[in-house]
């Protein structure tokens, strides 16, 4: 999911308020870039498949959350779930700003996003895309408020809570694990449109990612 509004704030990281934390994360420099899925790729089409006890705690796993760090910087998102870089693991991590302009960081494996009771949200429509719908944005309404559960590398249990945008990017990347994207939520013009769009942008949104991809190495 592409980033929202950035504005200097609190920062969240795993939920938990922390002093600070740096604009580049220490994990996108310690990552590899990765191939970000496109629609299309029968990848992004499936349920992920779970974390399995015996991979929580593995130096793959935290290779991974760098690497999807990594991948995401250079495409300038908010969050990505492990099958946009083609891993078939329920994964996803976040750099994501909520309309306070808190900064929420962190990953989750396992992910389980809490169905709230209707007085506890609120529907609100605005602008959402996908790094693997490269280019096109479109009016989306969402519930404003998320609870996921989980698990961190370790297998520790996690939950994290969001408002707003932030909570938009949590259901968006939950999505992502079931098989969905967000352009299946738009009715068939709306479908149709965003995929011309990305036809006419996608190559300009692949040069940006190059040359932060470049960038990226600079910094390490």
Known sequence: MPVGG?????????????????????EALRGEVRRITVVGDEVLRRRCRDVAEHEFGRPELARLIDDMFATMWV??????AANQIGVDLQAFVWDCFDDDGVRHLGHILNPVL???PAGARRLVEAEEGCLSVPGPYAA???????????????????????????ARCLQH??????????????????????LRHMEER???????????????????
Do not use: M, N
């Not at 504005?7 to 990281?13: K, S, W």
């Not at 495409?75 to 990505?80: C, D, K, P, R, V």
């Open 75 to 80: 495409a300038e998102g908010a969050g990505l």
């Open 173 to 194: 990347e939950a999505d992502h694990l079931g098989g969905g994207l967000y352009i299946d939520r738009l009715a068939a013009r709306g479908r149709r449109a965003a």
């Open 140 to 166: 989306l309404a969402r519930p404003d408020a998320a609870v996921v559960h989980g698990r961190d590398l370790d297998g520790r249990p996690l939950v994290v809570e969001g408002r707003g945008y932030f």
């Open 202 to 220: 996608k190559a300009e949104v692949f040069a940006k990612r190059a040359a932060r991809t470049e960038e990226l190495a600079t910094l390490r």
């Open 114 to 116: 809490d169905e709230l």
């Open 6 to 26: 950035r504005v200097r704030g609190q920062v969240r990281l795993q939920g938990e308020v922390v002093s600070g934390y740096p604009e580049v994360p220490p």
